[in-house]
Nanobody
Framework: VQLQASGGGLVQEGGSLRLACEAS????????TGWFRQILGKEREFVAS????????AYTDAVKGRFTISRGSNKNTVYLQMNRLKPEDTAVYSCAVVRGGGSVHYTPKNEYEFDDWGQGTLVTVSS
């Protein structure tokens, strides 16, 4: 599966951005999908994931209540709506999929659970 993340940019603290992850090949609805971020010099960290049917979602504590992961109606896009952005959200954001899909409840959170990764998109939040 080829993945492409987009939507990053420069935004002021308190602002919003919506990231999009587009997939080629099988529809996104066949995969559990996640977003990760990496701050320069630090390890990549989990941000959010969504089950393959979109019924279940998981978030890291740092973004709960501010970020929302969702599936697009076209079946080939997963979004990450980011509101009330903070300077500490500045990072390169990447999306990834679990090709096996998993159960309807499955919301992966660890890097090793994911099979395919897209190139990231840079989000910069200025104070």
């Amino acid at each position: 599966v080829q993945l492409q993340a987009s939507g990053g940019g420069l935004v002021q603290e308190g602002g919003s951005l919506r990231l999009a992850c587009e997939a080629s090949g099988r529809p996104f609805s066949a995969y559990a999908t996640g977003w990760f971020r990496q701050i320069l010099g630090k390890e990549r960290e989990f941000v959010a994931s969504i089950s393959y049917r979109g019924d279940y979602k998981a978030y890291t504590d740092a973004v709960k209540g501010r970020f929302t992961i969702s599936r697009g109606s076209n079946k080939n896009t997963v979004y990450l709506q980011m509101n009330r952005l903070k300077p500490e959200d500045t990072a390169v954001y990447s999306c990834a999929v679990v090709r096996g899909g998993g159960s309807v409840h499955y919301t992966p959170k660890n890097e090793y659970e994911f099979d395919d990764w897209g190139q990231g998109t840079l989000v910069t939040v200025s104070s």
